[in-house]
């Protein structure tokens, strides 16, 4: 299910936390950063598991956000490496899982700290970091919203 929803509306700036929020088809969530971008694949919506933020905490010491991982939507027992290839739903909303959205210097530098280098944060979220995924039908998500693979 859908656990959290972050948007910022210009690069860089800090994501702030919503209720709902409407996406259109291929375009992404309105009002992102990212919105209409194409520049990479599946750059319409990342989403990343709660229970991977959890465990990087757990295991490095750490205290970070669900916000820190400057993805939209943080889901709860949905395992998203599964859904790549996939085209899945939430309510009456279809996407389509592009690729795993694997950590990169931007988010090792951001997530970096005195014990923690920027190198190791990109190895720690290495597999785990998420989905990158197109929007294929235009709708509504919101907090408590339930995942659905579609039959293929």
Do not use: H
């Not at 702030?16 to 694949?41: F, H, L, M, P, Q």
């Amino acid at each position: 299910m859908i656990q959290a929803i972050y948007v910022a509306k210009k690069s860089k700036q800090s994501q702030v936390g919503i209720d709902a929020v409407k996406v259109d088809a291929g375009k992404g969530i309105v009002g992102d950063r990212n919105y209409g971008k194409r520049s990479e694949v599946g750059q319409n919506i990342t989403f990343v598991e709660s229970e991977a933020i959890a465990a990087f905490n757990a295991n490095f010491g750490q205290s970070i956000s669900q916000s820190s991982t400057r993805r939209n939507i943080i889901t709860q027992s949905v395992r998203l490496n599964q859904l790549v290839g996939q085209e899945f739903s939430i309510g009456n909303v279809r996407f389509y899982g592009v690729e795993l959205c694997e950590p990169c210097g931007t988010l090792g530098r951001a997530l970096s700290n005195d014990s923690l280098t920027s190198s190791q944060v990109v190895k720690a979220w290495a597999r785990t970091g998420g989905l990158r995924a197109n929007v294929l039908t235009t709708g509504i998500l919101r907090v408590g919203m339930q995942f659905n693979l579609l039959k293929s």
